[in-house]
């Protein structure tokens, strides 16, 4: 049984688009002042929209004067839930997609899970279970699409959950919870469609527990 990775700083979690874009920002504004070549700026360019990790990120900036980092950690709340923030590993995921035509697929057990997932059904089915799941980030898109089949997603009860699908003779439907970002808990944006098909959102606080469900069975 493989190892979960372990817990890792915060320079090495992922950054966002808006993060590349700051630093972005510094790099032009140290080339309008002389410190960097129009080539050192292009150069420099290129690895920001290329840089994964805030750590990458900060090596663009480090020998600007004045200058710091650039890049605006995620904050972690102390009073995050028990086990919800630990959910939170960073690390590199492996396959990011589940993929049943005219057949099934399951992912279930500790896993680390991408920032985005995506599940496809073809007259077929694909089980995602998440309760035992890590997550590379605080929020993971799951793009969930039935076609003629089905899709079931079962969620921790410590994670938030925000469901934006549409069902198109089909069922995609649920209500979504409000999500705050301060609290640190994994938010679980589920979105797709189902066509012919249904999509099953489970809540469940573990095995033999109870479960609160957002409705998805095909009408």
Known sequence: MSQLPEPIGPSHLRASD???????????DAAGEGRLTLEELDERLEGVYAAKTYAELERFTSDLPGVGSTVEHPPRSAAAPAGADSRITGGVAGQSFSIAVLSGATRRGAWLVPPAYTAFAMMGGVQLDLREARF???????RAFAVMGGIEIVVPDDVTVIIDGVGIMGGFDGTSQHADPQDGRPIIRVTGFAFWGGI?????????GGSQRAEVEPA
């Open 136 to 142: 590379t980030q605080q929020e993971t898109t799951i």
């Open 200 to 208: 099953d959102v489970k809540q469940k606080r573990g095995e033999g």
């Open 18 to 28: 808006a993060d590349r874009q700051r630093v972005a920002e510094v790099l032009r």
